[in-house]
Each structure stands twice: as C-alpha cells, then as structure tokens.
C-alpha cells in the first residue's frame, strides 16, 4: 500500500517560502495521481493543488494560483509544494493525497492521505 509522509512544514513570517515535501514509501507512487489539501480546526479539507502521474496536468486553487508551484519527482518517489509569497490565510495543516485514479477535486475522492505537516504564517 502506499504510505505518504509529508515534511517541510513550520513558522514564518508573511511573505516568507516553504517547500513541503511528500514522501511515498511504496513503489508505486509514480502510477498515482498526487493531490495537496489542507485544512483548519472545524473546516472542510480544501483542495490546494494537484498533478497527475506524469506532470503534464495540473490544477490549482485560485487563492495559491501564481504563488504555489506543485511538482513531483518520480525517480524519488516524492512530491514538492513550493509554497512563495506566504499569507496568514495560508496558516493551516497541509496534507498530501495520492490516488490510482486521477486527481480530484474533492477530498473524499483521494485513497490514500499522509499524516499532515504543519504551516503557520505570522503577520
């Protein structure tokens, strides 16, 4: 089964950057989809980013549109979300999410999730 771990996550002031880092233990992540989400205390998991096995297709939310680049290298079994330009808006748990069968936009469509990594924007 696949195992996502995510890492990267911490405290930084507005503006700053963070690169998130998926990690998948099993051998193939290169087959699934790969999805960011993230959530706060009494919110629905919101999309944030997704790209599928290849690269080729991706989507973004519209609030991280032209500041969050989602990437993933296949070699490594990992993916990346290179998080530029922070906003306190931003401050949230953020989960990765793989799945066989395509990226989605809704949550509960993804099978497999990691742990969460922790992001916190001061102003």
């Known amino acids: 089964q696949v195992h996502l771990v995510e890492s990267g996550g911490g405290l930084v002031q507005a503006g700053g950057s963070l690169n998130l880092s998926c990690a998948d233990s099993?051998?193939?992540?290169?087959?699934?989809?790969l999805g960011w989400f993230r959530q706060t205390p009494g919110q629905e998991r919101e999309f944030v980013a997704s790209i599928n096995w290849s690269g080729a297709i991706y989507y973004y939310a519209d609030s991280v549109r032209g500041r969050f680049t989602i990437s993933r290298d296949n070699a490594k079994n990992t993916g990346y979300l290179q998080m530029n330009s922070l906003k306190p808006e931003d401050t949230a748990t953020y989960y990765c999410?793989?799945?066989?069968?395509?990226?989605?936009?809704?949550?509960?469509?993804?099978?497999?999730w990691g742990q969460g990594t922790q992001v916190t924007v001061s102003s």
């Open positions: 999410a793989a799945d066989p069968s395509g990226a989605s936009y809704w949550y509960n469509a993804w099978d497999y």
């Open positions: 099993g051998r193939t992540f290169s087959n699934y989809a």
